[in-house]
């Protein structure tokens, strides 16, 4: 299994992304299915560097932003020094009381967990989660394919921007994105972690208890799902 050292170098590029036109536009669809209402708490489960949040955050929502790489969450406090943060580990009893959040974000971040863990994982935020209250998830996909979602970057640059300005901005974070998408080249072989097939999402959430769970979507150019379902 990856350890915290992978995910440490990881992160220290993973802000390139906010730059690829996919990336933009799966945040604001995780925004959206959320429907965040002003003043709602809401949790972000796995939140990295803190981009998800921060959008949340726009919408007028109150964030707490979780996370086991302590790298990742100096990179959200130096964003925003206002943050409410908590270095945890998805896979223990969350540090909350019961029917805290009315909404949890979990965006990429399941997959790096055997299913019967993902299982556990999804009861946990069932119960932190008030009644009525709504979960987001998206993950990758089984068989996903990261230079398919950089192509699809590429071809959007060029339609919003034009072939010049557009290939001078990928020129620009080549790099970085490179390193990104070496990375995941490692996140794809680890043998621990779980990618679900496509419908394979929506009947695992309802296994464990949520309603009213959202027909799939794909998301992330083609490359993830998403999936919505509430609190009994």
């Known amino acids: 299994?990856?350890?915290?050292?992978?995910?440490?170098?990881?992160?220290r590029v993973y802000d390139v992304l906010n730059l690829l036109i996919p990336y933009q536009e799966l945040l604001r669809d995780i925004c959206d299915e959320l429907d965040i209402r002003k003043g709602e708490k809401i949790l972000e489960a796995g939140c990295g560097t803190g981009n998800l949040a921060l959008e949340i955050k726009k919408?007028?929502?109150?964030?707490?932003?979780?996370?086991?790489?302590?790298?990742?969450?100096?990179?959200y406090k130096e964003k925003d020094s206002t943050a409410e943060l908590v270095l945890a580990d998805l896979s223990q009893k969350l540090p909350f009381s019961d029917?805290?959040?009315?909404k949890i974000a979990c965006n990429n971040t399941l997959y790096a967990f055997p299913k019967e863990t993902q299982l556990i994982i999804l009861k946990e935020f069932l119960r932190v989660l008030k009644p009525g209250g709504k979960l987001v998830v998206n993950n990758p996909k089984k068989g996903w394919k990261p230079i398919k979602i950089y192509a699809d970057g590429v071809k959007k640059e060029f339609k919003n921007q034009g072939v010049i300005k557009g290939l001078a901005k990928i020129l620009r974070i080549v790099v970085p994105t490179l390193k990104i998408f070496y990375y995941n080249i490692f996140i794809q072989k680890e043998s621990h972690y779980y990618f679900c097939e496509f419908d394979e999402q929506k009947e695992i959430l309802q296994v464990c208890g949520f309603s009213n769970v959202s027909p799939t979507r794909k998301s992330y150019s083609d490359q993830a799902i998403i999936n919505s379902g509430y609190k009994p």
């Open 1 to 11: 299994m990856l350890d915290t050292k992978f995910w440490a170098k990881y992160f």
């Open 59 to 75: 919408r007028g929502a109150n964030v707490v932003g979780l996370d086991n790489c302590q790298e990742a969450l100096d990179i």
């Open 99 to 102: 029917n805290y959040f009315d």
